[in-house]
């Protein structure tokens, strides 16, 4: 569409993606920042996420550019996740960890300072499938239908992780009585 | 009092406006009959409102967002962009390594093949600096596995407060500190170590000795892995294999983090 062969081809392309794409940069760092959980690491993801949507849109077949874009970026970290994790630690959080997420050490107290640092960490201790789903939907604000089509999961598993890292979330924030 | 057990699904159902007209109605009907899933209903939404505070969503940096931009000015073809990405502010930039780095990039997402050095040299000197910490009995001149002796004992002797970290339940036992010359000037070298390998992990501010960039290579059969991060750069380097070397770099940046 729009996209014939003549010789501004490439131009109409470069446009295009710019147009669709780029603005969901913010969207792709914050997916990339929040699986990763890492700063560094999640400049690199996303660009070559950056890089591959834009290798690739030729087969964008026009519908959401927001969850094609992110469904790349989730490649790209758990890509990222399986090269940096070689055994030994690893991005998996131990599950006693996740009872208290902000158990007090000269360390962490000196390090979380904002409330918002603290809802970030608690973020951070969420397993992978429960952090993800959140993410999408309550910070990128995407239906469960499109974050169904990114992360490759029914919608019925989309809803059950979504109450339930909002559960531990809230059990957290305010403990139930 | 707690929610329903058969309404709570219905109850992520309303607050996310994925329910149909039916059920929408019959839950809101069932919310004001019901003080408990009232009450979740309420923290539901309390939660809401604390997650999509805007400060809570991390957002791009502006020197990710210009890179991200140049790359796909107009006249770009995909191949061309992926030239600007990979090889960041274009200076003195090998067409070997560019080739490199676009063909690794193109075979896997592994993030850091980023192969650019702003100062000719600096790398060289880096594992230069490395080896004779090694050959030398200069290895390390504060001995501590504890961050609370190593990182005073920079005080005075540098004119940065280089972050000292534990990493040792991450397999990267804390072994000392040092001081160091790169480039005209006196760093902090940090050293851990992995089994039998050591790590220098080289510190100074960043803009001063010249800038590494996120960037990782293999040199001589070393590693070494750069970044930035707090206004400091950090460059580590050791015999470990990349994966570890990079394994250790981001549990070392995550907890490094302000």
């Known amino acids: ?177 | 009092m707690s929610a329903c057990g058969d309404k709570e699904l219905q109850l992520h159902g309303l607050l996310d406006g994925e329910l149909d007209a039916v059920n929408t109605l019959a839950c809101e009907a069932h919310l004001r009959v019901c003080p408990g899933c009232g009450a979740e209903f309420q923290r539901l939404q309390s939660l809401r409102t604390a997650l999509r505070a805007p400060a809570v969503r991390f957002a791009a940096s502006p020197a990710l967002r210009a890179r991200v931009a140049a790359a796909l000015e107009p006249s770009r073809t995909p191949d061309t962009a992926a030239a600007v990405l990979t090889q960041r502010p274009a200076r003195s930039f090998s067409i070997w390594a560019a080739s490199a780095a676009v063909a690794a990039l193109a075979a896997v997402c592994v993030s850091l093949m980023l192969v650019y050095w702003s100062s000719p040299g600096l790398a060289d000197e880096l594992v230069a600096s490395h080896v004779r910490s090694l050959l030398a009995t200069h290895l390390i001149d504060v001995e501590a596995s504890d961050r609370h002796v190593v990182k005073p004992w920079f005080n005075g002797k540098v004119d940065f407060a280089p972050p000292v970290i534990e990493l040792a339940d991450a397999g990267f036992p804390l072994a000392g500190g040092r001081l160091d010359y790169i480039h005209g000037r006196v760093v902090a070298a940090i050293v851990y170590r992995r089994r039998q390998h050591v790590i220098n992990l080289f510190v100074w501010p960043a803009g001063v000795a010249g800038s590494a960039g996120p960037a990782s290579l293999r040199q001589d059969g070393y590693s070494l892995t750069c970044w930035t991060q707090a206004g400091l750069e950090f460059c580590a380097i050791s015999d470990l294999d990349r994966g570890e070397l990079q394994q250790f770099r981001a549990s070392f940046a995550q907890r490094a983090r302000p």
């Open chain 1, 1 to 177: 569409m729009g996209r014939q062969a003549t010789h501004g081809t490439a131009t109409a392309h470069a446009g295009e993606f710019k147009r669709l794409v780029l603005p969901h940069l913010d969207a792709a760092y914050n997916l990339a920042r929040f699986l990763s959980r890492d700063p560094v690491a999640a400049d690199d993801i996303v660009q070559e996420a950056f890089l591959r949507a834009f290798r690739a849109f030729d087969s964008y077949r026009g519908g959401d550019s927001k969850s094609w874009l992110l469904a790349i970026v989730r490649n790209c970290s758990f890509s990222w996740a399986k090269a940096s994790r070689v055994g030994v630690g690893g991005s998996a959080p131990d599950p006693d960890e996740l009872a208290d997420p902000l158990q007090e050490t000269p360390e962490s107290s000196l390090v979380r300072g904002s409330e918002i640092e603290q809802l970030r960490a608690m973020i951070e201790k969420l397993p992978d499938p429960f952090r993800e789903t959140l993410i999408l939907r309550e910070l990128e604000e995407l239906s469960y239908k499109q974050i169904a089509e990114i992360t490759g999961a029914p919608v019925g598993t989309v809803m059950s992780r979504l109450a339930r890292a909002r559960q531990m979330l809230s059990d957290k924030l305010e403990p139930r009585r």
